[in-house]
C-alpha cells in the first residue's frame, strides 16, 4: 500500500511541482470533487466531515504521504484555500474541528520544490510575483471580474510577466464560458484537450482543476444523454466527468447507455467510478463482469490493492494462458475467500467453475461432493487448485 502511496505523491508533483493533500484525496477516491466543490462554495464548514474511510485509514494515508514529501527533501509550507461565494468568499476555509480525529496538519500542509521558490531580490519582483499569484488564485476561483483586475494590475506592473500571456487566454475562455453561443462538441473537445487544460497546468499548477471543471462540466451537458459512439468514445458525458473526477457523474452516465456492456472499454472507466466511489465490491463486480463477457480482450488494470495482487500471481503463474481471462474471478475467490458472498454470477456469461466454487465457500455438508464433481468437471485446474488449499 505504500508503494501505491508514493506513487500518486510523485505523479502529484510530477504534474504540479508540489504536493497538495487535498489532490492526494481527490486521486485517490477519499474524497468526491462535487464535495469538495461544497466545502469551497460555503455549504459545508469542514472538509474533513467529507472524507471518505475511517480517520485512521485516512491519516494513515496522508502521512505516509507527508513523510515521503519530506524524504524528497519538499519544504513544508502552509495550504490556505479560500471559499468562492457567499459569505465565504474569498475567506480562508476551515478543515477540520477542533474535536477531529483527522490530524489537521496533514491536510492544511503542502510540499514544495524549494528550489521552486522565486528569488525576490527587488520589490518590483516581489509585487510581480504576488500580482501573479493573486490572478492564479483569481482564475481557479473563476472570478472573472477580480482576474480582469488583477491581470491589468500585472500587466502594468511586470508586462513581461509569463503569466500576462497565459492570464489573458485563460479569462478570456471564462469570459466565452458564460455566453450561451457554443462551437461544436468535437471542437469543443479539441479546444480543452490540446489547448486550454495544457494552458491552465502550465499556468496554474495545482490550481488548474478547479479552473478547467466547469469547462468540462459544460461539454458535458453539451454531448447527447444515453448515446455511446464507440468510434468516439471522448464525447460522451462519462469521459468528462472523468476528467474531473466526478465519478457519480461517470457512474451514472456509463449505466444510462442501452446495452453499456456490449462496450468493452466503459468497464475500466465504470470500475474505477465505483472504486472512487468508495464502492469497492461495485468496482469489483464490474471487473468479473469484463472478464466473463468479453475475455479475449486485454485486462484493464484494477484499482483495489488486493485484485492487482491476484493479478500479477494470475499472470506470474501464466494462469491467462492456462486458464484463460474468464476464470481470473474464480482466481479471486481464492486470494480473498470473503468475496463470494458479494460477487454476483451473471448465469449469461458466468463459467460453472466460479458458480460451483462459490457455491462451495457456503457449503459444509453432504452437498460438497456435488459440487466438487461440478467443479471438477467444469474445470480441472480449478479443482487441483481447490484440493491443493484444502489443507490451508
Known sequence: MTKIITEAVDDIISELGCYNPIELLLRQGRLRYNDYERWRSGEQEFICELLMGSARRINTLLSTAKEYAL????DARPLQ??????NKLNQPLQFCPASSDIHEALLNTQYIRSESLPQLDLFFDNQGV?????LKLALSDRNTELATDRLNQLEHADPNHSLCGQGAQLLSALQKLQQPERDSPITELRYLQ???APLAKDALADKARDF???FWRALANHLPQGEYAAEQPQLHPAYCFEQILDWPQVIHHIRAINNWQQHPALFASLSHGHYHNDQRIESIQVLCDYCWQHPQADIFMPDDFNCIQAWNQFIDEELDEKWGLQHFPAWLLFKEQGLSL?????????????IALQQLAGVDDDRQIALREQLQKAHEGVFRYYLSRLGD
Request: hydrophobic content about 45%.
Open 342 to 354: 458479494h460477487l454476483v454470477a451473471n448465469t449469461d456469461y458466468t463459467p460453472v467453475a466460479f
Open 71 to 74: 524524504a524528497l527533501k519538499l
Open 130 to 134: 504576488q500580482l501573479a499569484n493573486d
Open 81 to 86: 484555500v479560500h471559499g468562492w461565494q457567499g
Open 194 to 196: 490540446q489547448t486550454l
Open 212 to 214: 478547467i471543471v466547469p
